[in-house]
């Protein structure tokens, strides 16, 4: 099927949309530690309490996303953008720096992060050039900071408005959508 356009304009398309940034690390069978840069992240359920991200289907690192096996989802702070740009390369020799991670061993962790959901693979579904992972959130951790965003092809960081935050925000929609 032809379409009227280029996979360039359309991943300037998908860049339009802001995202957060994540490492998704992991270990393959064999032992050894794998870790991806991802903005497609996102939540799908409280309960039970899923997530869902996407890894490109040329990724060596698909082996240690098989059902069940442990990985783990670091949402970054804006002071890591070096961070996503290390595990945003490929190759293996990721951990092999003096970076601030701790072997579990299963999955890496790293200090330092906004947060850090501890999950299991539930499912992994092919769509196109990347699959589906859908994970279980087993645990977490969070601290307070700001964002590392990606828009457009470049790093920034999000500032909320002044007002009400979290829930507060959907409580004068409840009826309305929901």
Do not use: Y
Request: proline share 8%; charged share 20%.
């Amino acid at each position: 099927m032809t379409r009227g356009f280029s996979h360039r304009e359309l991943r300037d398309v998908f860049g339009a949309f802001a995202t957060g940034v994540t490492v998704v690390t992991a270990v393959r069978p064999d032992g050894e530690p794998v870790g991806t840069t991802a903005n497609s992240f996102t939540s799908v359920s409280l309960d039970p309490p899923l997530i869902l991200w996407c890894l490109a289907n040329q990724s060596t690192s698909l082996p240690a996303f098989a059902p069940e096996a442990p990985f783990a989802v670091h949402v970054l702070g804006h002071e890591q953008r070096d961070l996503a740009l290390h595990f945003a390369r490929r190759g293996r020799e990721k951990f092999e720096v003096d970076l601030d991670w701790r072997n579990n061993p299963k999955p890496p962790q790293m200090a330092g992060t906004l947060c850090r959901l501890d999950c299991r693979v539930r499912a992994v579904q092919p769509a196109g050039d990347h699959w589906l992972i859908l994970g279980e959130v087993m645990s977490f951790q969070r601290r307070e900071g700001v964002p590392l965003v990606f828009h457009e092809g470049r790093f920034g960081r999000f500032v909320s408005e002044p007002g009400p935050g979290g829930a507060e925000v959907w409580k004068s929609l409840h009826g309305e959508w929901f």
